[in-house]
C-alpha cells in the first residue's frame, strides 16, 4: 500500500482527503500545525477510520522538522494543502500569506527532490482565473491579475510547480483548482471549523441559522446575473476529496506531467439560490438582509470540468442540497458537542 503524505491533513479538505484515501488503499499520514483547525477533527478521523493515522505537528515551513518527517515516513506521494486561505486577511497581512504559502510549497518541493518522490497533487483555486470572459471556464483560460495577495499566492505556487516540472521531468503534478468546497462528511463527525467569523457564505449561514450570528448578509444585490447576487460553483467536499484520489491513481500511470484540472459541480448557483436552498431543505429560519457589494469578489464563475472528468476519471456525486443538509448536521454537531463540554 502506498503512503502519501497529507500536509494541511487535519484541515477541512485535508481531513475529507484523508478518509478517501484509507476509503483506496492509501496509507496517510498527516503533517499539520494546527493554526486553522484542531484536534476534534482527529477525534472524528479516528471515529471514522476505527484508527488514528500517523500525525505530525509539524509546520511545513520548517524545513528541518519536516525533512525528520520524509526520513522517517518515506512516502510514495504527497497531497500538499497547507495553506492560509482567508481572502480578505490576506489583504491586511500580505508577508503572512506570502511567507507561509510559498515557502511551504518551496520546502515540499525541496524535500521531494531530496527523497526522490515524484507524485504531487497541489491544492490550487478559482482564483487564479478572477473574472474569467467565458463561462464556464475551463483550464486553458488564462489568469487574470490576482485580486489578493491569497489569489496571488496561489498563482505564483502553480508558477513555481510548473518550473520545477519543467526542471526535474521526474517531478509530476496535478494543480487541483477548486471553486467552492462546502458540507461537510454526512456523519457530521468532521468539517470545517470556524475560527471567528467565517468569511465563507455557507459556515455564515449555518452559523447564523443556529443562532451564533444574528443576520446573514448577502454582499451585493446589483449584479448583471439573473437575481442580481453573485454566482459561484459550489462542490460538496466529500466530491472535492475523490479526486484528490483519482488525480494520485491518474499521476501513478503519467511521466512528466505537470496539469491544471477545474474541481466544481459545473453548475453555476447565486448567493440567493444557496440562501433559499438552504433554507427549504432544513426546514430553517435565516434572517437575511441585502448588503453592498464585498470588494474583490468576481461576479460570477463556475467551472468546466470535463477535463477533470475525462482524464481523471471523476465525477461529483452529491448535489447543492445533500452539501447544505450536511452543512446543517455538521452545525448541530458542533453545538451539541460544545454543549457537553
Ligand atoms: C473565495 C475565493 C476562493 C477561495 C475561497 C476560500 C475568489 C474568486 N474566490 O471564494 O478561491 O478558495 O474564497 O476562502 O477569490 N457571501 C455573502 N455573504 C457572506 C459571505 C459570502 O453574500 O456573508 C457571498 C460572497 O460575496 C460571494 C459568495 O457568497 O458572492 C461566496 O463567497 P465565499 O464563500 O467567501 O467564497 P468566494 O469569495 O467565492
Redesign the pocket.
Known amino acids: 500500500m502506498k503512503k502519501v503524505l497529507v500536509t494541511g491533513g487535519a484541515g477541512y479538505i485535508g481531513s475529507h482527503t484523508v478518509i478517501e484515501l484509507c476509503n483506496d488503499d492509501f496509507i496517510p499520514v498527516i503533517v499539520d500545525n494546527f493554526s486553522n483547525t484542531d484536534d476534534r477533527i482527529l477525534d472524528g478521523l479516528h471515529q471514522l477510520l476505527g484508527y488514528s493515522p500517523e500525525l505530525y505537528r509539524v509546520d511545513c515551513t520548517d524545513y528541518n522538522a519536516l525533512k525528520a518527517v520524509f526520513s522517517t515516513e518515506r512516502p510514495d506521494a504527497v497531497i500538499h494543502f497547507a495553506a492560509f486561505?482567508?481572502?480578505g486577511e490576506s489583504t491586511a497581512l500580505p508577508l503572512k500569506y506570502y511567507s507561509n504559502n510559498i515557502e511551504s510549497l518551496l520546502v515540499v518541493l525541496r524535500l521531494m527532490e531530496e527523497f526522490n518522490i515524484s507524485d504531487l497533487v497541489f491544492s490550487s483555486?478559482?482564483?487564479v482565473y478572477g473574472q474569467p470572459e467565458k463561462l464556464p471556464v475551463d483550464e486553458s483560460c488564462p489568469p487574470q491579475p490576482a485580486?489578493?495577495p491569497y489569489?496571488y499566492s496561489k498563482q505564483v505556487c502553480e508558477r513555481i510547480i510548473t518550473d520545477a516540472c519543467a526542471a526535474r521531468p521526474a517531478l509530476k503534478c496535478a494543480l487541483l483548482r477548486?471553486f467552492?468546497p462546502i458540507g461537510a462528511h454526512p456523519s457530521a463527525l468532521i468539517g470545517e471549523l470556524p475560527f471567528g467569523i467565517p468569511?465563507?457564505?455557507?459556515p455564515?449561514i449555518t452559523q447564523t441559522a443556529i443562532g451564533i450570528r444574528s443576520q446573514?448578509?448577502?454582499?451585493?444585490s446589483d449584479y448583471q446575473t439573473p437575481d442580481g447576487?453573485?454566482i459561484?460553483d459550489y462542490i460538496h467536499v466529500c466530491d472535492l476529496a475523490s479526486a484528490h484520489v483519482k488525480a494520485l491513481r491518474w499521476l501513478e500511470n503519467q511521466s512528466a506531467v505537470c496539469e491544471a484540472f477545474n474541481l466544481g459541480q459545473g453548475l453555476g448557483n447565486s448567493?440567493k439560490e444557496v440562501v433559499d436552498t438552504f433554507v427549504r431543505v432544513n426546514e430553517s429560519a435565516l434572517p437575511v438582509v441585502m448588503g453592498p457589494r464585498?470588494p474583490?469578489?468576481?461576479e460570477q464563475?463556475w467551472a468546466d470540468v470535463s477535463k477533470a472528468n475525462e482524464q481523471l476519471q471523476w465525477k461529483t456525486e452529491r448535489s447543492l442540497e445533500q452539501a447544505l443538509k450536511d452543512a446543517w448536521k455538521w452545525e448541530k454537531h458542533l453545538q451539541q458537542a460544545g454543549v457537553k463540554s
Not at 468569511?199 to 455557507?202: A, E, I, P, Q, S
Not at 446573514?216 to 451585493?220: K, P, Q, R, S
Request: glycine share 10%; proline share 0%.
Open positions: 486561505k482567508a481572502v483555486s478559482c482564483t485580486t489578493s489569489g477548486y467552492n468569511n465563507n457564505l455557507v455564515y446573514l448578509t448577502i454582499h451585493g447576487t453573485c459561484r448567493v464585498r474583490g469578489d468576481v464563475v
